[in-house]
C-alpha cells in the first residue's frame, strides 16, 4: 500500500504542475493577443500622423547608402528626415540652411551636398527646386544627396 500511496502523491503532483502551467499559458496567450492588438492600433493612429520616404546617401566614392520606407512626420522637411537618419552638420543663412556635413563626410572648397528628387514620370532625378529646410516631403517620395564637385 505504500508504493500505491507514493504514486498518488507523485500523480497529484504532476496534475497539480500540469493545472498551474495551463493557467499561465492561457493567462501568457491571453496577454501576448492584448498587447498584439494594441500594437496594431497604435500602428494604425501612427500611420494618421507619418508618411513613408526613400533617401540615398551618394558619398561620390562608390558609397550609396539607401534608407527606404523611412516613416517620418507628416509636414517634415527633407532637412528633418536627413537629421532622422543621418548625423548632419549646417549653416544657416538668412536665405535657408546649407547642409556641410553628412555623416562626417564634409564639404569643401570644391565639394559640397546636393539634393535630388526621383521624377518617376521622366524617370530621372532632378535637382531639389529650394532649400532641404524648404522642401516638405510626401509619401513616397524619393531624394537622394550626392556628394558633388563644383
Keep these: 500500500m505504500v508504493k500505491t500511496s507514493g504514486w498518488i502523491w507523485v500523480s497529484g503532483a504532476l496534475l497539480c504542475a500540469l493545472i498551474v502551467s495551463s493557467y499561465f499559458g492561457l493567462y501568457y496567450s491571453a496577454e501576448y493577443t492584448k498587447y498584439q492588438q494594441l500594437y496594431q492600433d497604435t500602428l494604425k493612429e501612427l500611420a494618421k500622423h507619418t508618411i513613408f520616404v526613400n533617401m540615398l546617401i551618394d558619398y561620390g566614392n562608390g558609397t550609396r547608402l539607401w534608407y527606404n520606407n523611412t516613416r517620418i512626420p507628416v509636414g517634415a522637411t527633407l532637412f528633418n528626415a536627413t537629421k532622422m537618419i543621418a548625423e548632419i552638420e549646417y549653416e544657416k543663412y538668412e536665405w ?27 524617370k530621372q532625378w532632378e535637382p531639389g527646386p529650394v532649400g532641404a529646410d524648404a522642401f516638405i516631403l510626401r509619401d513616397g517620395d524619393t531624394v537622394s544627396w550626392a556628394y558633388s564637385t563644383w
Design 96 to 122: 535657408g540652411i546649407f547642409i556641410t556635413a553628412i555623416n562626417t563626410v564634409r564639404g569643401d572648397q570644391s565639394h559640397f551636398w546636393l539634393w535630388h528628387i526621383w521624377d518617376s514620370a521622366k
